[in-house]
Nanobody
Framework: QVQVVESGGGSVQAGGSLRLSCVAS?????????MGWFRQAPGKERAKVAT???????AYAPSLEGRFTISRDGAGNRLYLQMMSLKPEDSAVYYC????????????????WGQGTQVTVSS
């Protein structure tokens, strides 16, 4: 079984920054599968934030590109999300996830999910 654990959530004032971390462990066929960040606000569907492929290529939700940056360590099992200029509408539970796929990660299904970490942005 693949285990996914997020950390780094918390409360921040509007305009501030926050960095989320995620670590994936367990058995996967590929050492560097697609990984991504998603978020879900109350009353809304879970939405894509950003994804990263095995070669380090990234894709972002159009409205977030420029404020959020996804990155991955060299080993490939740890994922980060640097969030800048946070707005109250960014408040959500943020989830890290792992896919069995390795390419075109923004358009793939994700198979293993973390429990989520709460991000609250106050005005």
């Amino acid at each position: 079984q693949v285990q996914v654990v997020e950390s780094g959530g918390g409360s921040v004032q509007a305009g501030g920054s926050l960095r989320l971390s995620c670590v994936a462990s367990g058995v996967l066929m590929h050492a560097r599968p697609c990984m991504g960040w998603f978020r879900q606000a109350p009353g809304k569907e879970r939405a894509k934030v950003a994804t990263m492929a095995s070669d380090g290529s990234t894709a972002y939700a159009p409205s977030l590109e420029g404020r959020f940056t996804i990155s991955r360590d060299g080993a490939g099992n740890r994922l980060y999300l640097q969030m800048m200029s946070l707005k109250p509408e960014d408040s959500a539970v943020y989830y890290c996830a792992v896919s069995r796929d390795v390419w075109d990660c923004y358009n793939k299904d994700y198979d293993f999910w973390g429990q989520g970490t709460q991000v609250t942005v106050s005005s």
